[in-house]
Structure formats: C-alpha cells, structure tokens
C-alpha cells in the first residue's frame, strides 16, 4: 500500500484517491456509410458518409452531446436541403417505452415570417457547426435552405439533446437517471429530386445512461 502524505501532515491512500477519482464519460463512436446495404438506390452509392459521436453517459442536467459529421465523396457539385432541418431523435426506457418528450414543431412545417432562431426553433442546442473544418455563423446557417457539397467537402454539426419529457400533468419535466436508448435520425435530401431519391430516415439507436 501506498501512501502519499502532504506537508500538513495528512496521508491519502493512493487505492482510495484513484477511486476518488471523477470517470469521465466514456466516448463511443459509430460510423456508416449511406445507403445502407438494404438501400437500392444507386445514385446514392459512395456519395455521402456519415460519423455519429457521442458519450454513453451523461448527467439529466447536462444532456446528450452528439457529433455528426457528413462528408460528401462525388465529384460534381452536389445540393441538398439544410440537413438541420431533418434531424429527430426519441427516447426509450429499459421495457421499450417510448416517452413522451417536449417537442417544438419541425421547421419545415412552421410557416416562419422572419428568421428562424437558432437558440429556440430547434428541439436541440446547436452549440456549433463547420464547413470544412471552419466555424460558420449560426443564425447565417440555420437560415441556409439548401447546403451545397462540392468534391471532398464536410459538414460538421455539434448538437446537444436535453432529455425534457412531460410528466402526468402534461408539464415538462427531466428525466430520472438510469439506462435508456435513444433513436437519433435525420435525412438528406437533394434538391434536385427529379436526379436522386431522398434518402430520408437513416437512424442509429444506442444506449445511454443518465446520471444526476
């Protein structure tokens, strides 16, 4: 046993500090590529891929901080709609539940008068977004009906999920702690749709654990 002992006279246990220790949440990456392999469209082959990141755990009062980086791989100049405007995700408890979260109406089906608003349109925290590895303006961004890729062009979104969920009342409240699973989706859809299909609803579902 090892004892580490300061200049005041007190001796730490060097077992028990390392257990004192805070664990960081452990960082869990998943990668695909679109389509999947039951997708049939072969406009879409080797066009885009997709890298989701994320930590397995989280606090309720933090939320859920999710990476996704999208990296166009054609040659010729490619046009979608603003991804941004896709992206919806669900929680499940343990039996498969699943809960009724606070949810905002979906960009696309609010008939805005003026700009959209970054910080309270979204049903997540959009804490930044690069094109190209360069930070963009976000009231710009969110405000960007259509995202053109060109050759070896990425798009990175940093997003953050708060798991608020209504309670009996029908008022919003956080999620206990303990193990759930989350569904996140999105779609990319192409402009010229006549051209290529939408690939919509393209989703990974993991597992998260919330801590207080």
């Not at 930590?55 to 990476?67: H, N, P, R, Y």
């Not at 049903?123 to 009906?145: G, H, P, Y």
């Amino acid at each position: 046993m090892l004892l580490f002992c300061t200049g005041i006279g007190l001796c730490i246990n060097e077992n028990k500090a390392q257990k004192m220790e805070t664990k960081k949440p452990q960082k869990t990456a998943y990668e695909f590529s679109l389509p999947g392999k039951d997708n049939h469209r072969q406009n879409w082959q080797n066009l885009f891929s997709v890298k989701l990141k994320y930590s397995a755990q989280a606090t309720v009062l933090s939320g859920i901080d999710i990476e996704m980086l999208i990296q166009y791989k054609g040659k010729d100049d490619f046009t979608v709609h603003n991804p941004l405007y896709f992206i919806l995700y669900m929680f499940t408890d343990k039996r498969g539940n699943v809960l009724e979260l606070i949810k905002k109406p979906r960009i696309l089906s609010v008939n805005k008068q003026g700009l959209i608003d970054e910080t309270k349109d979204f049903d997540f925290t959009i804490k930044f977004v690069k094109r190209n590895n360069a930070i963009v303006n976000l009231q710009q961004e969110v405000n960007r009906w259509y995202i053109e890729f060109k050759e070896n062009s990425t798009m990175k979104y940093s997003l953050n999920i708060s798991p608020d969920i209504k309670n009996r009342e029908g008022r919003g409240t956080k999620l206990a702690r303990g193990d759930y699973q989350i569904r996140y989706s999105f779609s990319i859809v192409p402009v010229n749709e006549t051209k290529y299909d939408a690939l919509t609803n393209q989703y990974k579902s993991f597992e998260i654990t919330f801590t207080e």
